[in-house]
């Protein structure tokens, strides 16, 4: 007759240990996924940032282009400008609003503007080659600006 509680004595060990074996290895498999999860949400988050860092650049950049064509209609230059006011923190702000005014002409302009935003925006980079950049070295297509400004000015005094 077969000895099923002496065979039970010597398998019963392999058992269990397979079966802790399973469980450790069903727990890492669960732990390894959500390490995975984890560093897959965060690579989302960064580029949702990222996303909308360009797009509040590409905002600021728009305001300013349409501001120096001096439009006819300013519905739209409104629009971006308030939308820029939102996000923007005080102290560039208030120089974009001198900007726009033409106020502090000397010590506010589009090229110190521009860089304070641009470092702005990026200042939780790690690089440091966005503090690199001069106002000076910010290139700004004035010639129509001025033009146009100047027939402004001579329709306005006829």
């Given at each position: 007759?077969?000895?099923?509680?002496?065979?039970?004595?010597?398998?019963?060990?392999?058992?269990?240990g397979a079966a802790?074996?399973?469980?450790?290895?069903?727990?890492?498999?669960?732990?390894?996924?959500e390490?995975?999860k984890?560093?897959?949400s965060?690579?989302?988050?960064?580029?949702?940032?990222?996303?909308?860092k360009?797009?509040?650049a590409e905002?600021?950049?728009k305001?300013?282009a349409h501001w120096?064509?001096?439009?006819?209609?300013?519905?739209?230059?409104?629009?971006l400008?308030?939308?820029?006011?939102?996000?923007?923190?005080?102290?560039?702000?208030?120089?974009?609003?001198?900007?726009?005014?033409h106020k502090?002409e000397?010590?506010?302009?589009?090229?110190?503007?521009?860089?304070?935003?641009?470092?702005?925006?990026?200042?939780?980079?790690?690089?440091t080659?966005?503090?690199?950049?001069?106002?000076?070295?910010?290139?700004?297509?004035?010639?129509?600006?001025?033009?146009k400004y100047?027939?402004?000015?001579?329709?306005?005094?006829?």
């Amino acid at each position: 007759m077969i000895e099923w509680d002496l065979i039970w004595a010597h398998v019963e060990p392999y058992l269990t240990g397979a079966a802790i074996l399973s469980g450790v290895f069903y727990w890492i498999k669960l732990l390894v996924a959500e390490i995975v999860k984890l560093k897959y949400s965060i690579k989302l988050e960064e580029y949702k940032y990222e996303v909308e860092k360009r797009k509040k650049a590409e905002m600021v950049a728009k305001l300013l282009a349409h501001w120096l064509s001096f439009p006819e209609q300013q519905e739209e230059l409104n629009r971006l400008t308030f939308e820029c006011f939102l996000w923007l923190p005080d102290d560039i702000a208030q120089d974009l609003s001198s900007l726009l005014a033409h106020k502090e002409e000397n010590k506010v302009c589009v090229r110190s503007v521009l860089n304070k935003i641009r470092k702005h925006l990026n200042s939780e980079s790690p690089s440091t080659s966005f503090n690199r950049l001069e106002n000076d070295q910010i290139i700004v297509f004035s010639q129509e600006t001025k033009k146009k400004y100047a027939e402004r000015v001579t329709n306005s005094l006829k």
